[in-house]
């Protein structure tokens, strides 16, 4: 078998995620009110604590007691009942209640409202800079979002969620670095949040730091082994390192799963055929093919280079189903290709009569085809019509970036007929357009071997 060190591993096809992941910082997950634990959580953030947080007076008290049942119960009346009953003199306390009930309720534009109102009342109110950087997250406000948090770090004990917030705004920021830190004190503190695990994966893929990013993501695939993407996003980051075998491994996982997309089959393909896996390799080529993830030229290419390597079968089952599947997709490019690689294989399996077929049909759609002239040609002297063989390289003459070949390619058809007056012609021809030392000692080969005449 010829080498394998023709084929490339196309990068653009190694982004199967990953690109995905550098758009768009992924969604919080678990920081909705969807999620059971976060209501709990945010409940908590109701109870005051004393030197951060305001007290209510005796005489507030009637209407704390009266909200508090319907914020479970029926958030929607506590907010019209606070909404007319706070006024400025009231505690900051209803204020920081009403935003976190607008909160709830998704007016989160009213809840930062709420919040700063509360915060002119009692400006060391930390819990109420925490919630508000929670309601600048979900406005996608990263910046406002991030002051908030850190004011409130400032005046109360971080716990992971205030973290992992922090680490999401710095990665909506673009800097993944500082957002790595926060993300790393997040686990410390919820170490089974996967939100901030997902988003310490995205900031070590941002980084280059493949490695890393690998082992994180085996942590994702003991707990999720049948999640498609994390073996995936790892096959990326093998990738990266360049351990191709790692990552068709992986891809192999997904094909097994059975949740192989056509992209990732395709490149499962390129990875199989570096490794010399011909065979696993055009079934995955087939089956991305089916499913719309390859692309023709792709296909063309893996074609022309299977019968570089030697291997006829397999490339004519490839061009067989990619004329079966792709055909209504193929251009007029690329029917052109087809021709041209069918009349390569034919050439291998020293079909001259089928490659001149393929190569004629080809001349017939394309008639400024230099190579397929120039192959032409070369088949027509093969078969001895001469005649014809002039009749193909004088068309490629005429064609600008062949005219070269083409000229050489006459000369040897008159050397062939021993009038060397004109194969030096030719020669010469083909020294005004492109000077070559090899053409200039075949030209003086045929001067002295003309003189001997």
């Excluded at 716990?159 to 990665?171: A, K, N, S």
């Excluded at 949740?259 to 089956?287: C, R, T």
Aim: glycine share 6%; with cysteine.
């Amino acid at each position: 078998m010829k080498t394998r060190s023709y084929f490339k591993t196309l990068a653009a096809a190694a982004t199967l995620l990953t690109s995905a992941l550098h758009a768009q910082v992924y969604d919080l997950k678990e920081q909705s009110f969807d999620n059971p634990e976060f209501r709990a959580q945010f409940a908590k953030s109701y109870v005051a604590q004393s030197e951060t947080n305001p007290n209510i007076t005796a005489e507030e008290k009637g209407l704390f007691d009266e909200i508090v049942p319907l914020i479970g119960s029926d958030p929607k009346a506590a907010i019209a009942r606070l909404s007319t009953a706070v006024g400025p003199d009231n505690s900051a306390a209803f204020d920081y209640i009403l935003g976190n009930l607008y909160y709830q309720e998704g007016q989160t534009q009213k809840s930062v409202e709420a919040y700063k109102k509360a915060i002119k009342k009692f400006p060391n109110y930390a819990q109420a800079y925490y919630n508000m950087g929670r309601a600048y997250v979900a406005q996608g406000d990263y910046a406002n979002a991030l002051k908030g948090l850190q004011k409130s770090l400032s005046m109360m004990t971080g716990d992971g969620t205030m973290y992992g917030l922090i680490g999401y705004c710095y990665l909506n920021m673009d800097k993944p670095s500082t957002a790595l830190d926060a993300y790393k004190v997040a686990i410390m503190l919820a170490p089974d949040s996967k939100d901030w695990k997902l988003g310490q994966l995205q900031c070590l893929i941002a980084l280059d730091r493949s490695q890393e990013a690998i082992g994180l993501l085996y942590e994702f695939i003991k707990d999720e082994p049948n999640k498609a993407d994390w073996w995936k996003l790892q096959a990326n980051q093998f990738l990266a390192l360049d351990e191709r075998a790692k990552a068709a491994a992986n891809l192999t996982v997904v094909k097994d799963l059975g949740k192989a997309d056509g992209a990732s089959l395709a490149l499962l393909g390129d990875l199989l055929v570096n490794e010399g896996l011909v065979e696993p390799a055009v079934e995955s080529y087939i089956e991305a093919m089916s499913l719309g993830g390859a692309r023709p030229a792709r296909i063309i290419e893996v074609v022309n280079s299977l019968i570089y390597m030697d291997q006829l079968g397999s490339a004519k089952t490839l061009l067989s189903k990619l004329e079966t599947i792709m055909s209504s997709s193929l251009s007029e490019s690329q029917e052109m290709s087809v021709l041209n690689v069918k009349a390569r294989l034919a050439m291998q399996e020293d079909d001259t009569d089928g490659a001149a077929g393929f190569l004629a049909d080809l001349v017939k759609k394309d008639p400024l085809n230099g190579g397929a002239l120039l192959s032409l040609s070369e088949l027509e002297k093969k078969r001895g019509d001469l005649a014809k063989a002039e009749y193909y390289a004088e068309n490629a003459s005429k064609i600008d970036g062949y005219s070269h070949q083409a000229y050489i390619a006459l000369a040897q058809l008159n050397v062939g007929k021993r009038d060397y007056a004109a194969a030096a012609k030719y020669l010469r021809e083909a020294q005004q357009i492109d000077p070559k030392d090899y053409v200039a000692d075949y030209l003086l080969r045929i001067e002295q071997a003309a003189l001997r005449m």
